[in-house]
């Protein structure tokens, strides 16, 4: 990836999700009367999310460097530097840093992802090449802000057709 400026940006407002994601918190909800967040947020090469939804927010990604495959709902797009996409509130999804990875300013409203990671992830200044991904923390807090879990890493929106007795989405009992 290139040298591309980053703002700077205080110690507590960097954190990292193990070795999967980087971000820094470039606005938050107090800023914004809980309006929208916005962060800047780095994935090494091929990292993804699991397939998941939002409930209560919106997401908007605008790719600053590298590229991302997005499958949300029934589209498939890979974003490269420039490219901008925007995701529904309540729209299964996924995303997946190419080759060389990705930087994306992403933009969620109402304000909600950056809370996700400020809560759930390890302060950036205290982490280690063995920093690992606290699943469990960061699932209680998911459920908390109403994101759903819909499979992991690698399962797309199209898998959700597949599930047993033809059931067509997940279990929300």
């Known amino acids: 990836m290139s040298n591309f400026p ?11 999700l193990g070795q999967h994601l980087r971000m820094s918190i470039l606005t938050s909800a107090e800023e914004t009367d809980g309006r929208h967040d916005l962060s800047d947020i780095v994935l090494p090469a091929d990292a993804g999310t699991p397939l998941h939804l939002h409930t209560g927010y ?3 990604i605008w790719v600053v460097e590298g590229s991302l495959t997005v499958w949300a709902g029934p589209d498939t797009f890979t974003l490269r530097s420039g490219d901008f996409y925007a995701i529904p509130m309540n729209t299964p999804h996924t995303i997946k840093a190419g080759p060389e990875g990705a930087r994306s300013l992403n933009i969620t409203s109402p304000a909600a992802f950056a809370e996700l990671i400020r809560r759930s992830g390890t302060p950036a200044h205290l982490a280690t090449a063995e920093t690992e991904w606290d699943m469990g923390l960061f699932q209680a807090v998911t459920e908390e802000l109403g ?4 499979g992991p ?4 929106p199209a898998d959700l057709e597949k599930s ?3 059931h067509s989405g997940p279990d929300r009992a």
């Open 58 to 60: 919106e997401e908007r």
């Open 164 to 166: 047993p007795a033809g």
């Open 153 to 156: 890493p690698g399962a797309v």
């Open 147 to 150: 994101d759903i879990i819909l």
């Open 6 to 16: 980053s703002p700077p940006v205080p110690h507590d407002r960097q954190f990292v």
